[in-house]
Structure formats: C-alpha cells, structure tokens
C-alpha cells in the first residue's frame, strides 16, 4: 500500500512540473484532505493539465477528456503540497549532497517548495536550472539572492561580548 501512495503521489508531482504537451492526469477515487479544516473528501477526481490542477470534482461527476491519463486512488489519500520555508541548500562546496540526496528525498516526503535562506547564490541558479529542465529531480526553490552576512570573524561563529550597546565587537 506504501508503495501505490508513493507512486500515486510522485506520478501527480511529476506532472506538475512536466511541460504543456504531456496529456491531463487523473486522479480518480482518491480521498482529498485539503488542510483547511474540512473533513477528508473521499471518492474524489483530480484533474491535472499543463501542470495545474484544474479541477477538484466527486468522481462520480467527473468528465475528463478523452486523452486523459488516469490513475486509480482508491484507498490513497492526497495532500497539498508541503513547503521547507527554511533551508540551506547551497552553503557547501559540494552540491552532490543536495542534488543527489536532499532534494529527492524531500519530493518523496512530499515537499514540492524550499524557501532557501542563502548560500552561494550562482550554485542556486544553476540547481534552479538543473531542477527546471529535469536533470535533478527536486521541488520549486525560492531563494531571496546572496548570503548576506556580517564579516566573517571565523570559520566557526562565536558571539562576542557586547561592546558599546553593539551586540558584536567590531
């Protein structure tokens, strides 16, 4: 059961961020928790198209057209989105950890946005770009531009007595 969650999960996040030409997805009998407070919504459709979701109807009533992709929720479940609205992904010199191993992991737990707080901010370009065209699988990055910080006193961050009303010596 695990697994079929999994793919039914992975398979509606992948068509999200897929181009225009790919045909509507549907996904049929699922139970929708919207996160608004609401009860849980069972025996639902979800129609997906150019990486929206464009409808949200009892499937019962649904008319989905004729090249539509379905896939059969019954017995799954289907959330929003999730978002980590704090995250470093680029403060290291090597991206492998991030591009191999943080971002899939983070669309498998089902986070489809990061708001990262900063890092070196060409390295986020191209992760950005890397995740746009499809070379590494991960969620929409929000990235405010470069680290900005005070100067570096020392490769390990020590707070300094305050001096004059300043909360770091100068």
Same mark, same amino acid.
């Given at each position: 059961?695990?697994?079929?969650?999994?793919?039914?999960?992975?398979?509606?996040?992948?068509?999200?961020?897929?181009? @225009?030409? =790919?045909?509507?997805? %549907?996904?049929?009998?699922? #139970?929708?928790?919207?996160? /608004?407070?609401? *009860?849980?919504? !069972? @025996?639902? =459709?979800?129609?997906? %198209?150019?990486?929206?979701? #464009?409808?949200?109807?009892? /499937?019962?009533? *649904?008319?989905? !057209? @004729?090249? =539509?992709?379905?896939?059969?929720?019954?017995?799954?479940?289907?959330?929003?989105?999730?978002?980590?609205?704090?995250?470093?992904?680029?403060?290291?010199?090597?991206?492998?950890?991030?591009?191999?191993?943080?971002?899939?992991?983070?669309?498998?737990?089902?986070?489809?946005?990061?708001?990262?707080?900063?890092?070196?901010?060409?390295?986020?370009?191209?992760?950005?770009?890397?995740?746009?065209?499809?070379?590494?699988?991960?969620?929409?990055?929000?990235?405010?531009?470069?680290?900005?910080?005070?100067?570096?006193?020392?490769?390990?961050?020590?707070?300094?007595?305050?001096?004059?009303?300043?909360?770091?010596?100068?």
């Amino acid at each position: 059961m695990h697994k079929s969650f999994c793919r039914v999960f992975l398979c509606a996040l992948f068509s999200l961020t897929t181009v @225009a030409q =790919t045909p509507p997805l %549907a996904i049929t009998n699922v #139970t929708v928790i919207d996160a /608004t407070g609401k *009860a849980p919504q !069972p @025996a639902m =459709t979800v129609l997906i %198209a150019n990486g929206r979701i #464009t409808k949200l109807v009892r /499937t019962n009533r *649904a008319k989905l !057209p @004729a090249n =539509t992709q379905i896939v059969d929720g019954s017995g799954k479940f289907l959330i929003p989105g999730l978002w980590d609205m704090h995250i470093h992904l680029v403060n290291q010199p090597n991206q492998e950890l991030s591009r191999d191993w943080s971002l899939p992991l983070l669309v498998a737990y089902g986070v489809v946005g990061v708001r990262d707080m900063g890092g070196d901010w060409q390295m986020m370009q191209q992760l950005r770009q890397d995740i746009a065209s499809g070379k590494t699988t991960g969620p929409r990055i929000v990235a405010p531009g470069a680290f900005i910080d005070g100067p570096v006193l020392s490769k390990s961050l020590s707070i300094l007595p305050m001096k004059h009303g300043n909360r770091y010596a100068n």
